[in-house]
């Protein structure tokens, strides 16, 4: 079955230190990768989307993220967290060629500490 | 430019009453979906339209639910007789024509089901 988990429900971290928010995903085909972001009362603002070349990719706001086929993983990064960064964050996977319907992961929800 | 704009921000509602959701995609969009979002939830996908072409409705939850998109453009979920069960965050995305493209979301409609 295609799914999408991020294990982490709930982050905490102090503001300047590293970030890392897990996703992991099991999918028949050749995926294509998405984070979100959620501010509180907002829609989701894409951060950055993997569909092929370099497994690394560079995403706005300084996150990063990196596609490692062997591990079903695509795990998002960032070296310094801002308190602005407080949100909740949603890892999405589809499939290639087809807009249809993306698989959710349900979120971690990330807060920063001053 | 506008991004995708919904209406109501907020709706509050008796248990057994109608509303009517609407959504304003970005100009030049052809795909829109609906999405909703309940409390400590992923998203759950409800419905897609892509142009011209019969709608996705396969994430519907029952009869009471439906959606049209006028023109192409604007689009309206309706919920009948709406239960309690039904309170959450409506979202609405659209997307560029062409495969792959991310979606941009709206800022939601948070439902209230009294």
């Known amino acids: 079955a295609q799914s999408v988990t991020q294990p982490d429900i709930h982050i905490t971290v102090s503001e300047g230190a590293s970030l890392e928010l897990r996703c992991n995903y099991s999918?028949?085909?050749?995926?294509?990768l998405f984070w979100y972001v959620q501010s509180p009362g907002q829609g989701l603002q894409l951060l950055l989307k993997?569909?092929?070349?370099d497994t690394l990719v560079q995403g706005i706001k300084g996150f990063e993220a990196e596609f490692k086929r062997s591990q079903s993983s695509f795990n998002l990064r960032k070296p310094s967290v801002h308190w602005s960064d407080a949100a909740e964050y949603f890892c999405?996977?589809?499939?290639?060629?087809?807009?249809?319907?993306?698989?959710w992961g349900l979120g971690t929800s990330l807060a920063v500490n001053p | 430019g506008a991004g995708v704009s919904q209406s109501p921000s907020n709706k509050v509602t008796e248990k057994g009453k109608d509303v009517e959701l609407r959504c304003d995609p970005i100009?030049?969009?052809?795909?829109l979906y609906w999405y909703r979002q309940s409390l400590g939830q992923g998203l759950e996908f409800l419905i897609y339209?892509?142009?011209?072409?019969?709608?996705?409705k396969s994430g519907l939850p029952s009869d009471r639910f439906s959606a049209e998109r006028t023109g192409g453009s604007v689009s309206t979920l309706t919920i009948q007789r709406t239960q309690q069960e039904d309170s959450a965050v409506y979202l609405c995305?659209?997307?560029?024509?062409?495969?792959?493209?991310?979606?941009?979301f709206g800022d939601g409609t948070r439902l209230s089901i009294l």
């Open positions: 995305a659209s997307s560029s024509p062409g495969v792959n493209q991310p979606q941009h």
């Open positions: 100009s030049g969009h052809t795909a």
């Open positions: 339209f892509q142009g011209n072409s019969a709608p996705d």
């Open positions: 999918y028949g085909a050749t995926p294509y």
């Open positions: 993997y569909f092929s070349g």
């Open positions: 999405a996977v589809g499939a290639r060629g087809n807009n249809r319907k993306l698989i």
